[in-house]
């Protein structure tokens, strides 16, 4: 059996003086545990720590970054049993085995292969359509053994904290008893995650938030209410073990209104009598709003623009949210983000991870924002560019502006469980090679290359999100 | 006699392992036939069969591609004989030879060069101002001989199909009389080009689009003689052996409007009394019906939008279009598609290639939209950006997230027909390299390496363009 | 001793072959005279030769590439002395030993890390906080000396030209007494700088034009003294050897008003009244303006657009412009400069030098636009990418479509005296860098890449910024 997932120089350069440096910084992160301060593994899947069943509906159906492209390759997504869809598993895998190929060169295709060969001991030349019912039975069986389930994988994983992502009125009681598990060790973290009650646009806005302010908002009512409530459930989530709230917003747009204004616009947002150019500024006066709850309660703030929900409208309708086209379109922090960082840039202890989809803003934005406010950092390459050569990409843009002190660290931002390990790895190697190269050239040293790395797989995570220096459950 | 244009190693990365690895996948494919879906030789010239001439009149005065870098260093395009202005031709060749070295590094100084030492056998050491003349005049001999007539080059270039780009009104008797000439056994497609008579800014809008509708229309009038004559002559291309219709249109934006509006903006348009807002918007529903025409009549749409044609007003009122002042501005796909997408992304058959000229687009939206739609594919590098590096950052951008199973081969687009061979190597190398780093770096095993390329170059452009796998002149 | 900082290969490929032909490339240009076309430091710093003082002063407080990045470290700007604000400078110069570390990776630390090395003579290995006192009794000794006062390092630079940024109603008092001083040989021009006089939203404008126009303007008032005092100011300029004006613009709009419509505007901007439209059509119409007067005098024009200057208000208002927080966005020349280029693109001698920070308009605009238009040359990458791994990226953006002939050779842009041959050292081996490859790639000749390299190093700033092809301080 071999497979180019096994290669101990996978993703490293090809010169050999590059390689064997590369190697050697690789060495030096390859065993650390692996901290995921964000992504969307739902806490229930440890809690409950049942099988998980069949390989496609653990790899396949849920996975959009896997469904996209079989469904560009014109296989119905009804045929990969997305969203709840009926397709029998086993067909679902024999599609993907027959469509394997066109995972070549793709950063899923990366880590699929690293999954079924390095995690389930796959043999990878079997890889083929005519032994698609072979594997399948091969990693049903694997699937149900005790080895495969979540928290014997969450350990073979090497994995200390993982962060949800979690709904604002989510009781957290998932967290709490996994907390309280005394079958389990690792730390497993809620996010606040607040989009579909700051977002007017959303449908159900004004449930949602009649919901919240009830439930939350301390017997006020309105704006007052609604803030009240927000600020109350972060609360909860910090008691619960958070230590960011993330924001998924269309554009990096903030706006510091008057209270007076703030409300109105709430109160029009709730009434549904806002124009679309309203709605944009009630969500860009929220993202402010949540800043400077970030900087009273300490939790670290993540903003996500630039994607295009849910393209295409009849996928939607058949098929809800998260179903592979999600589509990147410009974005520009410098204007947008200005009132938030003319206020709250050089609030001590406030933390702001940006992260983009659109590679034009690294050198032009995002260096020269976390190479001045003392509160910005550069989130890790995120979505379609979480992979090898657009990691690297950011790294030679981002670096000569901002160094490496600014960066979060890497985070997966991912609902496949299975993939966590082949990602943070694939990070880990890249930042190797992006090292090696800058020490072959001369301008980092091999002693600080050594600690650059430890420092950006490790303390760099570990200082921005706030998780403490040691291991266990309990936040320090 | 020697040359950088010679050497087997031209254009592969210089590491020893990569480059054994890139001549192993290049000899793959060095030898396939030539596919040209897109570019702008005319049919007239295969079916005269005269001799090119002199190789100003060949090399130079046509090729705004090489005219501009020359018009930058100070010489006039009269100078150079652009746009029928007169120059003497040896006096042009020489200007050509004084100024080769502004062409160092580019794209078209790579093709010159090919083409010179390749195709013409020329002593590259000779390209020296104070040799003009003797060049002149041993190109001039050659160029007389049977070898390079058109049709002669047309079969040593091993070209198998080859498209033009024609007027909707084209009779197309050109591409008739040489399909039925038994002399000729290549296949040269024509390709609708409809640009003119859907963007309504264009100068003489309304009497080229009445001459349509006279000419098509069936009889009908206005707005429904309008779709009619277009549907028509769409018709008559794919009888004619036409695969794709191609748009050159300023920006991506495509709309749905309703029968009446639409029936309403064309009125408007043909009086001359629309804002630009409205021609605007005229020409994306334009674009929209075109896909749904090619959802119908299954013509493949190519989309090359981008370029701000004519920049220089001076130049153009003098010398006209294609001048070499078509410069590219910011675009994005994400929003303007929308519409197209939402209703014909999905339609079985339907295929949309979209090229640009604005790399940030690459990994931003391209690739997404590519990775999702089964319709979308992605055009090779176009226009300035078909270039080494530039073909490079391409694959780099979009393979992590598409694949290479979403392209659809390369075009050369071309006017200058000897560089035809040149500009395909080019690529073939280019597939080569990048392959090389990835088999190198363990992404892609070297058995599928070699399938990619292979498909890359012959397979995709048959399946995306709809040229059938079979050689010879009979469409399948 | 030993220092990265004095590897020969610094910034070389590793690959063997590449760095051979680079390092012979470099070897070629390591020698030649720096030439400094546009930068920040003052003709008084040469007039008075004064010493330097202490290394905090020299190397910490004014630089704000420096002080911004230890800003975003948790630092204060008090804390550095920026803007003249009180602070130990023995303090400043601890606090950056501490934290020097993270400039591991930036353009800045490697400039300063061969500051200290090779101009210092320092051992870097004792760049540690605990010898922070240590080198700061070091340099200041240094500093002290009669070879680092600032016409000894002038000479031991090895600059030739170094021209300085003025106000336009500067005497040039200081240029004309260090031309005239015999005991100092290097050229130091003013550059014309006329923004605050033609940017209505600038904060003093009226007062600052009305004493224009009372200082220089012949007696004419108004919009015909305005021009006409600018003019007469750049007469001035040119007679004290400038040879260019630069322009320091929020974007790079241009535009042609009639006489009336721009005295309207002109009037309105003077009095306050105009909307923020209608004072950036003002600025366009007077870089329309500017430009005419380039082709007049002959002035080579600069363009430094999209820098969103003062990003913080809080800082801005604490320590003023230039400390760090001017942080680029989006963008786009095409047709910003289409009113400019129309009228002027073609004129005789006119010469255009376009900067950006933006790297999407490098193959999208800037390559395009220098290759057809004579008076379009390419600025070296500026600001923040003027870095190692940014050089490259734009070689390999605009070469393939504009070549090398278009490029207008290195700036240092600095206010940091004693990075200057740093600066100039590392773009020169960027340069050999990319010629290596190019070379190995088969794309350039090796006797081509060396005439290349000595044309892009010393050639093309002469060429492009007229500054004249003899040594010596009389212009050309």
Redesign the interface.
Known sequence: MSS??L?P???????P??RQLARELHQLVADLPILSPHGHVPAELLLNNQPFGDPASLLISPDHYVT??M????IGLDELGVAGTQAEPREIWRRFCAAW???????S??WLRSELVSVFGLDEAELAPERADHLFDQLSAKLATAEFRPRALFDSFGIEVLATTDDPLDSLADHQALAADPGFSGRVLPTFRPDSYLNASAPGFAERVDRLISEAGDGLVGYAGYLRALQNRRAHFIESGAVSADHGVRTPSTLRLDQAEAARLFEAAIRGGLSQQDRDAFEAQMIYQMARMSVEDGLVMTLHPGS?RD?????FNRFGADT???????V?Y??GL?AL??DF??SPGFHLVLFT????TF???L????????S?FLGAPWW??D????ML?FR??V????????SAGFVDDTRAFCSIPARHDASRRVEAAFLA??V??????EE?AA??IVDLVDAAPRRVFKLGASAGKSPS
Chains 1, 2, 3 share one sequence.
């Open positions: 180019i997932a290669d120089d996978r993703l490293f350069p090809v010169d003086a590059l996209r492209l469904h560009a390759s014109g190929s066109i995972f070549d060169g793709t950063a295709g990366y295009w393209h295409h409208q009849p996928t592979g086209h999600d589509i990147p379109f410009p520009s410098t204007e200005r960082l003319n840039g050089t989809l659109d590679e034009t050198s032009r934005e260096a020269p924002l976390a190479g001045f406010y003392p910005v379609f560019l992979a090898p050569d657009a990409r030679s843009a670096t000569e502006t901002a160094g490496f002190s600014r190269r800058l072959a050239e001369r301008r980092v040293t600080r600690e650059i």
